[in-house]
């Protein structure tokens, strides 16, 4: 087994040599590829180049299965950076962040880090007020996934997660395969199977900040959620269990709203709960891919991404805790507000809410979800 692996990521340096700018040239987005290149618990780091027809870039990382940045055209066809992220590897290795990461085995929050399978209670790990976060302590932000470049436009990241990583039960193989399409889309497939039915729910953790200018709070930038109903939270961000109605509340962005216009109205339980937007909202989509489940819009560069996916849920989150420590790409401090995460995925807890769609994987299955990430720019 250790030696297929080796061979695997002998084979995934080769490849992505045809792929990937090579190490002394800079991407468009300025970071240098020298930067990512290592090795972490004797498994090969890279950084993965995919360019479209129309000049659009994004950079990964098969740390983490990380986008690194994503570079489109703004309202005057300027490339802009619109995600937060590090400009090297020792950043992610060494400062806690989800910045751009493919999230296993669940993404989102599971109660007192407890859940039961066919019977057997199953104690995981808790990495949040007693609650176990996007995979628990080391989830698969912080593990190397194998890299499969296809082609330029395309590349598949693989993580080989064993029985009872982070206390989850199974053998998994989840395939995360990342697609820069003709029309400035980055389309995320997920599949994954295992060996013992466990619970699988992945996402992305892309931090936008479609201005360009991530000094820049995101609160000025307009939002729409295709969402009559979100899953309200506690003091501890757990979800309650119910699914209350977004009309008259701060929670309504079914139709075009600012961000920051209500974020701060902390007399709104929900909005002091999350220390502003960090809430599931129930989409309206029904699992059709073809319908917007959300929309966001920076005025001041006229770029917008729009959200697709055939997951029942999006977790919308407003950067309110970054606070200013974490010193991105290009030398900027992160702080508080300056990205917005738009994390397609199944209801936060729902190992422990059977009321909610399921989020089992038995063995003979394949788990599977779809996530497109569409850019566009209005023009001035």
Known sequence: MKREVVLAGIIALVVSSCNTKPASELTQSGLDPKNFQTEIKKEPVALYTLKNENGMEV???????????????????EMKDVVLGFDNINSYQNVPSDFGAAIGRYANRIKDAKMTIDSKDIQLLPNNFGHCLHGGPEGWQYKVYTAKPISDTQIAMIMQSPDNDMNFPGNVTATVTYTLTEDNAIDIQYEATTDQTTVINMTNHSYFNLSGDATKEITSDILYINADSYTPVDATYMTTGEILPVADTPMDFSKLKMIGEDIDKFDFEQL????????????????????????????????????????PGIQVYTGNFLDGTAKGKKGIMYKKRTGICLETQHYPDSPNKPQWPSVLLKPGETYKSHCIYKFTAEKP
Do not use: Q
Not at 59 to 77: A, L, Q
Not at 281 to 310: F, H, M, Q
């Open 272 to 311: 002091k709960n999350g220390n502003g937007y960090d809430h599931n909202w129930v989409l309206n989509t029904a699992g059709d891919i073809t319908k917007l489940a959300a929309r966001v819009t920076s005025p001041a560069s006229g770029i917008s991404v729009e959200v697709y996916t055939d997951e």
């Open 59 to 77: 950079c990964i990382t098969n740390f983490g299965g990380r986008i690194v940045s994503i570079m489109v055209p703004d309202m005057h066809g």
